[in-house]
């Protein structure tokens, strides 16, 4: 009886020692993966860190947008005012790396669908494509569109500059990483200098990472 | 009864194989055809990484992205190396606030390498580094400002609102994009900032070449201690330069700067919090297998002593011989135990990454440029080993020149 009471710890020991050695894992990297699933642009998504992302992009830009419709300087003059919306003056001084444009670019397409010709959206970065059109039609190597001709191309009433700007901490002890980010946005007269309007956008945002990385 | 105990024999006899074939396992993957026609067609010198890459999976993603994207970098394969470093620099971005692996290499019965590899801080403002002087080539100077920002937070080490760092590469590059990209005053702060730890070094605020020129080694990961719960640094190995002097166009050499020494920065950041971690593993060990001796020792000599001892029936001997077996056996259990509580630190290092980085930054004219390296000792006395490097680079007026150069 005893024999046995024996015998069932040994091999109760033995088990153990067997199912640890199940662990083995090859050196061939056999995770399963998982399929793509569309996920809320406007929500932070499974995973996020300190910077920019892609919900800061869409509120901002729709806030910004908002608040430009809403300026009489802007949307509610008689004639419609002619705006470059681009990166050219708008810069990153931040320790976030980030493709510029995504803000202009929405900000501006945003803009362009709601301002419903309250605002005229000039394309300055296809300077180059307009030029080379504009000559091949006036040396007669292509004939003149169907809208009539300009004696020059259009000029601007206002550019939008900005500045993106960030201002990080970082605690070693508690491993917590923060990041605080203020966006500026100026519509600025291209005749007289005034800035007849500015917006802000700003958020911070704090992580810790797992104790084991700090 | 008999046919119990054959029972019993037959049960042992597979376990015990079992046992034993644990050890067995072979290390070397066998023949892989998927592998194969997935490296057919990346450059040769960069198979053995993308190899790697694809075999190790998400727990070594990140490093072996930092060593693709700088094999690639040094190769000339710019959008790979792009690709790799934005791949890794995503990976040390991700917070790791409830991942699986993190709590594993926290657990008593896994390594702390377990974990999803996200470097030490060295490393990560490395990663930084390497992206930003791509961000520089391709012109767009404000991303590589950000990089080398990036690159700063990740070796801050203050508390609170501030950070400070000592990172001096970083510093100066930020100062000098900065500098290009006309934020006069945002330069002027970073090169104060700069000055406290590398008061000697000056840079003309017209240049536009900048030459980096990296020696030696990568810094090395050991474990040591009891348990090999220690992570300690060693400086590289196979190498004995760590000066370089330069000369432009064929003019007298002239000694680069000695910017930043990787080994320091690895070295010099003091303890982790998952030391403490590991540090009570080694305890949990130690206790465990101490007990689980005191117990096996104490059942042995029960067993031995039983029958000299005056203890009344034969059945009563028995019974203390068998509680002495149960309690060898606890004590066997109990050592078991703790040799499976895993308190390594993690050693996987990035190593590709030089030992030093020199820097030299020239105000030239515009035009096509040579310039010569000489790799020396602390001494300036040439290494035998390495010859002299000729480098040819063009120069502008608008627009800044960088030029990476290593020396082995």
């Known amino acids: 009886m005893l024999c046995s009471k024996m015998f069932m710890f040994v091999l109760m020991a033995l088990m153990l020692m067997v199912s640890g050695c199940a662990t083995y894992k090859t050196r061939v990297d056999d995770t399963a993966g998982k399929a793509t699933m569309y996920e809320d642009i406007s929500s932070p998504g499974q995973v996020a860190g300190i910077g920019v992302e892609s919900q800061d992009i869409t509120s901002m830009t729709d806030k910004m947008m908002r608040d430009m419709l809403s300026s009489p300087a802007l949307a509610g003059r008689n004639v419609a005012p002619r705006v470059i919306v681009d990166d050219s003056n708008f810069s990153n001084e931040s320790s976030s790396i980030i493709n510029k444009s995504m803000i202009t670019e929405r900000l501006m397409i945003n803009l362009n669908r709601a301002a419903a010709g309250r605002m005229v959206f000039l394309e300055r970065q296809a300077a180059a494509m307009i030029e080379k ?33 960030s201002l990080s901490s970082v605690s070693n002890t508690s491993g917590k990483a923060s990041r605080y980010h203020q966006i500026s946005f100026k519509m600025v007269d291209l005749e007289t200098g005034i800035a007849v309007w500015a917006g802000m956008y700003e958020f911070k945002k704090t992580a810790q990472d797992d104790i084991i990385y700090r | 009864m008999k046919q119990f105990s054959i029972l019993k024999f037959i049960l042992l006899l597979i376990l015990l194989p079992l046992l034993s074939s644990c050890a067995s396992v072979p290390d070397v993957p066998p023949p892989d055809p998927g592998m194969d026609a997935y490296i057919a067609d990346k450059p040769q010198i960069l198979k053995p990484a993308f190899s790697r890459l694809r075999s190790e999976g998400r727990r070594n993603e990140v490093l072996n992205n930092m060593r693709l994207g700088l094999a690639a970098y040094r190769a000339g394969f710019k959008d790979i190396a792009r690709s790799a470093l934005d791949r890794a620099l995503q990976g040390i971005e991700t917070v790791y606030a409830d991942s699986e692996s993190a709590k594993q290499a926290r657990s008593l019965w896994y390594e702390e390498g377990m974990k999803d590899f996200k470097g030490e801080p060295y490393e990560r403002s ?77 840079a003309p605020s017209d240049a536009n070449v900048l030459i980096l020129i990296e020696s030696g080694y990568s810094p090395r990961k050991l474990a040591d201690g009891p348990g090999h719960a220690e992570l300690k640094y060693r400086r590289g ?10 000369s432009l166009d064929g003019s007298s050499y002239k000694a680069a700067y000695p910017m930043e020494d990787i080994d320091f920065q690895a070295s010099s950041r003091g303890g982790r919090q998952i030391d403490k971690i590991l540090k009570d593993k ?10 689980g001796s005191a117990l096996s020792e ?21 019974s203390v011989q068998a509680v002495a077996g149960g309690l060898a056996v606890i004590g066997a259990l109990q050592q078991y135990i703790a040799i499976n509580a895993k308190p390594q630190a993690d050693t996987r290092y990035w190593d590709n990454l030089p030992d030093m980085v020199h820097v030299a930054l020239i105000k030239t004219t515009p035009g096509t ?3 010569t390296f000489r790799f020396t000792d602390e001494k300036y006395l040439q290494v035998p080993e390495l010859a002299e490097k000729k480098v040819t680079f063009q120069a502008y007026d608008n627009k800044f020149t960088l030029v990476v150069v290593k020396s082995r």
């Open chain 2, 369 to 371: 440029h040579s310039a």
């Open chain 2, 282 to 291: 080694v305890v949990f060990r130690e206790k465990n297998l101490a007990m």
């Open chain 1, 133 to 165: 059109e504009r000559t091949l039609k006036r040396s007669g190597v292509v004939s003149y569109g169907t809208m009539g001709n300009t004696a020059a191309p259009a000029g601007a009433d206002f550019q939008l500059t900005g500045r993106i700007m």
């Open chain 2, 237 to 246: 190995r196979n190498f004995t330069e760590n000066r370089v002097q330069l």
């Open chain 2, 298 to 318: 104490a059942a042995e000599a029960a067993i031995i002593l039983a029958p000299l001892a005056n203890i009344g029936s034969a059945n009563a001997m028995g």
């Open chain 2, 126 to 202: 490395m990663a930084y580094y390497y992206r930003g002087l791509m961000y520089i080539e391709d012109g767009d100077l404000e991303n590589a400002r950000a990089a080398f920002k990036s690159g700063i937070i990740q070796d801050s080490f203050a508390e609170e609102e501030q950070f400070r760092c000592d990172f001096a590469l970083l510093i100066m590059l930020e100062a000098m994009v900065s500098q290009r990209l006309g934020n006069v005053e945002i330069a002027r702060e970073v090169y104060k900032e700069l000055n406290k730890f590398r008061p000697d070094f000056s």
